[in-house]
């Protein structure tokens, strides 16, 4: 199967996806024959199927898109930052970027005072920066030395997500609680509303510059001869990258390897050119994240967090990489 093929089987892999999960739950009420007898039947609608219209519009569509823009742009972020890094070992989980986030929204849902999507972004790209600053040593950032200070960062962080949680009341610990596992189960249209503004804005900055960074993988000496200013183009990838990652883990919580996985399959098919793998990444990363969410909310009296599911699902494959294959930006 050619790339071109590929290609356009990932481009339209969302709409079955997205049509498809809107038929699963657990949800006794709504079976297959009500969904589609929702969508021909004419106004007013009888009250059986009100109630189909509320769980299909109200709570499942809005997760559904909700987990989509969440799973691609922690796939997009983790390319964006491999390419900054050089790194193909790099991702928001590993730099830190994700028990940052997740702090600053801890602390904002504590003291209520704070917006939850301002202080997950500060902290988000503290963490970063901190991570990047521990790794550098005379102007360059080792492998070895990056995934020590994401252990650091990564460490740093959750001790004080752990110092907000002794401190939190009941009801907001079990809020943060539900955060560090990582869960869709309170997603609604306000939520979605919430991310999407920054979420957008951090993808049109990295669609933007998704051919600088083809530049920027191939080393600092080599964009300053592009006239690329690598330090100003690794700050703005950066800051785009954390403004939407941090958006939707200040509403999913922590998803690990995630966006360490998806590149890596993309890469493993399309090669390393931005400019074709980052549209690849969202596709991909957001299709299969709604799919795995579809297994966390398929079991009946309980939801397995998805959190849970993406480490169990992302680490034996990434050891299997690591074990068959070559990755990396030869």
């Not at 993988?217 to 330090?231: Q, V, Y």
């Not at 799919?291 to 959190?307: H, M, N, V, Y």
Request: glycine share 8%.
């Amino acid at each position: 199967m050619g790339k071109a093929v590929i290609r356009n089987i990932i481009i339209l892999l969302p709409l079955p996806v997205v049509l498809f999960s809107l038929f699963i739950g657990s949800s006794e009420n709504v079976s297959f024959q009500k969904i589609v007898a929702l969508f021909y039947s004419a106004h007013p609608l009888p009250p059986e199927l009100e109630t189909v219209k509320t769980i299909i519009y109200q709570i499942r569509l809005p997760r559904i898109l909700l987990v989509f823009i969440t799973g691609g742009v922690l796939s997009v972020s983790g390319s964006a930052m491999q390419a900054v890094f050089r790194n193909p070992l790099v991702d928001p989980y590993i730099l830190g970027l994700s028990s940052g986030a997740a702090f600053g929204a801890a602390l904002a849902l504590y003291i209520l005072i704070v917006p939850v999507q301002l202080l997950a972004f500060i902290f988000g790209l503290l963490a970063v920066g901190l991570c990047y600053l521990m790794a550098r040593k005379n102007k360059q950032v080792s492998i070895v030395s990056l995934i020590l200070a994401g252990i650091i960062t990564n460490g740093i962080f959750t001790a004080l997500l752990t110092i907000v949680q002794i401190i939190s009341d009941p009801f907001k610990l079990q809020s943060i609680v539900h955060w560090i596992m990582g869960n869709f189960h309170t997603a609604n249209w306000d939520k979605f509303n919430m991310v999407i503004i920054p979420v957008l804005a951090g993808l049109v900055i990295l669609y933007v510059l998704r051919w600088k960074l083809n530049v920027l993988a191939m080393g600092d000496e080599e964009a300053l001869s592009a006239g690329i200013n690598p330090f100003r183009m690794k700050i703005w990838v950066l800051l785009a990258a954390t403004l939407s990652s941090s958006a939707v883990i200040a509403v999913s919580g922590i998803i690990g390897l995630y966006g360490l996985i998806i590149p890596h399959i993309i890469r493993m098919i399309f090669g390393v050119n931005n400019k074709i793998t980052l549209p690849m990444n969202l596709f991909l990363g957001g299709s299969f994240l709604v799919l795995i969410d579809d297994i966390s909310r398929s079991f009946r009296g309980f939801e397995i967090p998805i959190g849970v599911l993406t480490m169990l699902l992302c680490a034996p494959f990434f050891i299997w990489l690591l074990k068959k294959t070559n990755t990396g930006w030869q």
